[in-house]
């Protein structure tokens, strides 16, 4: 049998939400809303975005009543589902942002994505979080002369937006981390490991503890000025935060606001100290490369890797695959590049496959806004840096709902104003044509010294 051909262990799962959930256990039930009621504050949405804008508001403001509202359960959607990167890397183009508000106001959304990093963990510290967090840097290789130039370029491009990386010497590289067919890497001090669920399970604690009502399984039918409408009432409030990142295109009216766009997650069974022997990786350092249809990964603290990609990278409808089932196609392309990447991993089984939907703007770029006439305010379009994000989503999030104007609030992604995504067919004909492209392109550039333009033409058809 190939070694590209996934074997599984006895209890492999296949969705059930993720890994990180079921390595847990699950979750005390949290109440559902009984009625119409009334708070200074109700946010839709119990993922990172809506627990920590609900912790800081908490915490500045003791005396507001803040509700959360939870289709499902605390965790459910990328924040119980994500890579577990808590990286510093700018939810957005850096040129874009530029664009509308210069290079300095830049600069500083820059430093405030690595300042949020520290001040999660801070949190955890205060909290008790124990969230596996281990902030060992962020290592991104080339695998090819194609990948080398972009890395190299990118390194280049960094110092204007104060972005702290540099390249690794060959011997710098293999000391970290030994990746097959690796030709050059990058390093930035600025990301840390974290287990998604741990983080989201302590904060949904804290909140709680500060006095925030948070009912879980009950869906928001419709978001309107200054209300919420489930089926089980109505909560009247000043402000109306969503906080529903990719699952935002289930509210009605809001199907072309975010892209919910798919990416998948395989994890192995713990791997033996001789693994480890061969391939280095002692530091918890956050693993990601230079390909169009890139990868991420992470060293668990039991000793597993979970890697992720792009499966079926979009749903027709902007529907979402809410438990987190993966095709079986991905799951197998995700373990032939896991092989590709660790030969030694051949003979080691997955553990479980997952996937989770990302909030994608049409400008790729995060925005924060509240309305204060409307009361209506939200956070998102991450694009898959949301780990970090969301906690400077919420500080900022607080810091318009009370009025105050601050450092955080003159920030080039607040007030961001972006149109919605195409009609269909032209959302799905797009992004799958953009991903189907980038495919190609990495399968070209592996005989190539310079980036294929099938991949300009891909970044051009969705604006990427």
């Known amino acids: 049998m190939s070694s590209r051909v996934p074997t599984f262990t006895d209890d492999f799962v296949n969705g059930d939400v993720s890994f990180w959930h079921r390595s847990l256990g699950p979750a005390p039930a949290g109440p559902v809303l009984g009625g119409d009621r009334r708070a200074d504050v109700v946010i839709v949405g119990a993922g990172y975005t809506g627990l920590w804008t609900a912790y800081y508001l908490k915490q500045a403001r003791p005396s507001l009543d803040v509700v959360v509202l939870e289709k499902e359960f605390a965790g459910f959607g990328a924040s119980g589902r994500?890579?577990?990167?808590?990286?510093?890397?700018?939810?957005?183009?850096?040129?874009?942002?530029?664009k509308t508000h210069g290079v300095v106001a830049t600069r500083a959304l820059q430093r405030e994505m690595y300042a949020s990093i520290d001040e999660v963990i801070a949190v955890c510290e205060k909290e008790g979080i124990d969230a596996d967090i281990v902030k060992g840097g962020v290592l991104n290789v080339a695998r090819g002369s194609a990948q080398a130039a972009r890395l190299r370029a990118s390194v280049a491009e960094a110092a204007r937006w104060d972005v702290e990386v540099r390249l690794l010497s060959p011997q710098?590289?293999?000391?970290?981390?030994?990746?097959?067919?690796?030709?050059?890497?990058?390093?930035?001090?600025?990301?840390?490991?974290?287990?998604?669920?741990?983080?989201?399970r302590g904060l949904t604690r804290a909140v709680r503890e500060l006095g925030v009502e948070i009912f879980e399984h009950t869906p928001v039918d419709e978001i309107a000025p200054h209300r919420a409408v489930t089926p089980y009432g109505t909560v009247s409030a000043d402000y109306v935060i969503r906080a529903t990142e990719g699952f935002t295109s289930t509210i009605k009216g809001l199907r072309r606001q975010w892209l919910p766009m798919n990416s998948s997650m395989i994890v192995t069974e713990p791997l033996p100290d001789s693994f480890w022997e061969q391939v280095g990786w002692q530091g918890a350092e956050l693993l990601g490369d230079l390909a169009h249809y890139y990868m991420y990964a992470q060293?668990?603290?039991?000793?597993?890797?979970?890697?992720?990609?792009?499966?079926?990278?979009?749903?027709?409808?902007?529907?979402?695959?809410?438990?987190?089932?993966?095709?079986?196609?991905?799951?197998?392309?995700?373990?032939?590049?896991?092989?590709?990447?660790?030969?030694?991993?051949?003979?080691s089984r997955i553990a479980h496959a997952w996937s989770g939907v990302l909030g994608v703007p049409r400008d790729w770029c995060s925005t924060a806004h509240v309305d204060r006439a409307t009361g209506l305010g939200w956070a998102g379009g991450y694009t898959g840096h949301g780990v970090t994000t969301t906690n400077l989503a919420g500080r900022t999030l607080r810091d318009l709902i009370l009025g105050e104007r601050t450092p955080l609030t003159e920030l080039p992604w607040v007030g961001r104003d972006v149109r919605p995504w195409e009609p269909e067919p032209l959302r799905w004909l797009g992004v799958h044509s953009m991903y189907r492209l980038y495919r190609v392109a990495d399968a070209r550039e592996r005989s190539m010294s310079r980036t294929s333009a099938l991949a300009r033409l891909a970044d051009l058809i969705t604006g990427h």
């Open 172 to 200: 710098e590289r293999e000391a970290r981390l030994r990746v097959a067919g690796a030709v050059q890497a990058s390093w930035s001090p600025h990301c840390a490991r974290i287990h998604p669920a741990k983080l989201v």
């Open 299 to 347: 060293r668990t603290a039991d000793g597993r890797i979970a890697f992720g990609g792009r499966g079926r990278p979009y749903l027709y409808g902007s529907r979402v695959d809410a438990r987190g089932h993966t095709h079986d196609w991905t799951v197998e392309a995700l373990w032939a590049l896991l092989v590709d990447f660790f030969p030694a991993a051949a003979s």
């Open 82 to 98: 994500n890579g577990g990167w808590l990286t510093g890397d700018l939810a957005g183009s850096h040129a874009r942002y530029a």
